[in-house]
């Protein structure tokens, strides 16, 4: 179930909002393809919990990346509850706090998974200047979700953990992690201008209340 206390995904989202406000959304969404065997494997809420919620009183509209599935990789389903988030946010002129843990593309759902990455681009470009966007990123934030924190108002990552990338460092020529990693929380906020700040899972969640 998304909403056990043992999950990650959905604690974060406990510790961010105001006691007892938030509410899920989309809880019974599970993967819809079937190829290479994803029929026999569980997808509860598609590996994203959605939702809103209060912060100090103020409507927001979250969603939680939860890694325990699938890696938290974005698919067909995945992409849409998190577009629907926006749609909803939007009308309602609230923020959405994106709290990122993911290992990219869901290779299994091909074509359908990258349709979803464009649907959420999509959504954050037609919600840029209306609503506030805030990113955090908690784990791994590779690939084409690379583009959510930099299209975002205010992207955060976590100290020790995170990682944010377009390619590993190992894919360019002549660099290895040692030598420059250029995945790291330091890199990205001091050298690419990605992310605003860099700071431990409480300090971030702490921080995005006055955000807020």
Known sequence: MSNSNDNSAMQRIARLVDENSFMEIGSLVTARSTDFNLAQTDTPSDGVITGHGLINGSLVFVYSQDASVLGGTIGEMHAKKIAAVYDMAVKMGAPVIGL??????????SVDALEGFGAIYAKQAQASGVIPQISVIFGNCGGGLAVVPALSDFS??????????????????GN??????TASPAF???E???????????????????VV
């Open 100 to 109: 990122i843990d993911c290992a990219g593309i869901r290779l299994q759902e």
């Open 156 to 173: 955060f990552i976590e100290s020790k953990k995170a990682k944010l990338f377009l390619n590993s460092p190992n894919a360019i020529a």
């Open 176 to 181: 290895r992690v040692d030598k420059c990693d």
């Open 188 to 190: 990205q906020s001091a």
């Open 192 to 210: 690419t201008g990605t992310i605003d700040k860099v700071g431990t899972e409480d300090e971030i969640l702490a921080d995005r209340k006055s």
